[in-house]
């Protein structure tokens, strides 16, 4: 079925450095790719997306590039401070309804 | 935009309990989506609505789950009787329309005791 695998499910790095957190998918026909942050105790909130016929998104310190051929996308985010710390969890629309998530990334920004 | 809008936020109450929960989705969005999330299991699937017409409820765990959506701004999701094993968080969340950005609620956090 269906299925998008994320990692790493935890991710530790200091404040300004990088972090990329990557997601494989395994419905060919997904042609949308949200990504998500998630705030203890909050609701996940859309950073950033991306569609199927483009490779890459930059928005500020956040992009987004995919590998249609690998069936698989990365979410980068550069110059790390301790207000990115969340989970972000990646998505996959499979063309139909469904957003198959992933599992999640903690991400901890350390200072 | 008010956002995707659930009630309660929180709700504890004791196992063999009805439970409903409420969302009120973005005005002009015509997809609606329950989700529960765990530690365990992540963020699941529960019933997807279009147009107030429930498409999939393949995720919803059991016959004591049922969701409504009698109009376009207004969905229930209702357990009876309730178990501690339902203790989670449920989101609700509404897209445009399919394929386009969903934008999630606040949550509910359930405890079942």
């Known amino acids: 079925g269906e299925n998008v695998e994320q990692h790493p499910s935890t991710l530790s790095v200091q404040e300004g450095d990088s972090a990329v957190i990557k997601c494989t998918y395994s419905?060919?026909?997904?042609?949308?790719f949200p990504w998500y942050k998630q705030e203890l105790g909050k609701r996940p909130q859309l950073i950033i997306d991306?569609?199927?016929?483009?490779g890459e998104k930059k928005d500020q310190r956040i992009a987004v590039t995919l590998n249609k051929t690998a069936k698989h996308f990365s979410l980068h985010i550069t110059e790390t401070q301790p207000e990115d710390s969340a989970v972000y969890f990646c998505?996959?629309?499979?063309?139909?309804?469904?957003?198959?998530f992933g599992t999640g990334t903690r991400l901890k920004v350390l200072a | 935009d008010a956002g995707v809008i659930q009630s309660p936020r929180h709700e504890v109450t004791e196992m063999g309990q009805e439970v409903t929960l409420r969302c009120k989705p973005i005005?002009?969005?015509?997809?609606l989506f329950w989700y529960r999330q765990t530690m365990m299991r992540g963020l699941e699937l529960l019933i997807y609505?279009?147009?107030?017409?429930?498409?999939?409820d393949s995720g919803m765990p059991e016959d004591r789950f049922s969701a409504k959506m009698p109009n376009a701004s207004f969905s229930t999701l209702k357990i009876q009787p309730s178990e501690p094993r339902d203790s989670a968080v449920y989101f609700c969340a509404s897209s445009r329309d399919r394929g386009e950005p969903q934008h999630f609620g606040d949550g509910t956090r359930l405890s079942i005791l």
């Open positions: 609505f279009n147009n107030n017409v429930p498409i999939d």
């Open positions: 998505a996959a629309f499979s063309g139909t309804y469904k957003y198959i």
């Open positions: 005005s002009g969005h015509n997809s």
């Open positions: 419905d060919s026909a997904s042609n949308y």
């Open positions: 991306i569609r199927s016929n483009v």
